[in-house]
Nanobody
């Protein structure tokens, strides 16, 4: 069973940057797509960025050009660098991993989430 564990997050001012990391604990085997989702208060969870094991990448329009997703297959880890943060980026960010290579999911394994708060 794969268990993603997030780290990073916190509170920053608008315009600053922040990095998130997620590593897979447990019996990992071969992991397919990895992704970051976020959920703001009162809103549905949305896909922020996803990356396949061969580094095919997809971003949501709201973060394109500001966020960068990357992964380390040897470490079964995925990262999210968030630049030029805006108050609307405030949300709980979730790491997700899949046995498949479909960037839009569904994702089998989910982390517990880490809070990112951006103040104006």
């Amino acid at each position: 069973q794969v268990q993603p564990v997030e780290s990073g997050g916190g509170s920053v001012q608008a315009g600053k940057s922040l990095s998130l990391a997620c590593a897979a604990a447990g019996s990992t085997g071969s992991i397919g797509a990895m992704a970051w989702y976020r959920q703001a208060p009162g809103k549905q969870r949305e896909l922020v960025a996803a990356i396949s094991s061969r580094d095919v990448i997809q971003y949501s329009d709201s973060v394109k050009g500001r966020f960068t997703i990357s992964r380390d297959n040897a470490k079964n880890a995925v990262y999210l660098w968030m630049g030029n943060l805006k108050p609307e980026d405030t949300a709980i960010y979730f790491c997700a991993m899949s046995d498949l290579e479909v960037l839009t999911g569904p994702y089998n394994y989910w982390g517990k989430g880490t809070q990112v708060t951006v103040s104006s």
